[in-house]
């Protein structure tokens, strides 16, 4: 009877590891361009973020937790790390902090090719957020860090539009 007890235990554990298991999806600009130009009537919130950042590691399980709490609000974290590190950096980080949301890297090392597509104001500093929802003309941008609390209040208020 233990041994079916730490069986089913053991069982547990890898089956609500294996949902947050994540793949990320490598992409290029015109990919990140449709994310980008999303027409459903939802929310989006859009992170820029890579794992070297400790600001945006730090904000991360907000993002998640949005992504977890609401399903009406679409999450998409775009990963800045290395390519060549895909594998070993970026899916391994994104197993250990158990990340749920859609992840995609960026596989776009011109930054200035790209990043005034993105929203005109920012410089390319990370994090950055981009929250908005085109079929309601919302779009507001954030660059830095955001708390929990500071996240929840600028959702609160582009939800009420």
């Known amino acids: 009877m233990k041994k079916i007890r730490l069986f089913l235990f053991v069982l547990l554990l890898v089956s ?3 949902l947050f298991a994540q793949n990320a999806s490598v992409i290029k600009w015109q ?3 449709n994310i980008l130009t999303d027409s ?3 929310l989006h919130v859009i992170n820029f973020w890579a794992t070297w950042c400790s600001p945006c590691v730090k904000e991360l399980p907000f993002f998640e937790q949005l ?3 609401n399903p009406n609000i679409k999450v998409t974290l775009v990963s800045l790390d290395f390519v060549k590190e895909y594998q070993k950096r970026l899916l391994g ?3 250990r902090k158990q990340i749920g949301a859609k992840v995609v890297l960026l596989d776009e090392t011109d930054y200035n090719s790209w990043i005034d597509k993105v929203e005109p104001s920012w410089q390319g500093e990370i994090p950055f957020t981009l929250i908005f929802n085109h079929k309601k003309n919302i779009r507001r941008a954030v660059m830095g860090e955001l708390s929990s609390e500071e996240l929840q ?3 609160d208020i ?3 539009h």
């Open 16 to 18: 609500q590891n294996r």
């Open 67 to 69: 992504h977890q709490q």
């Open 93 to 95: 980080f994104l197993e």
């Open 31 to 33: 990919e990140m361009e």
């Open 153 to 155: 209040k600028i959702i």
């Open 40 to 42: 459903t009537d939802r």
């Open 158 to 160: 582009l939800l009420k």
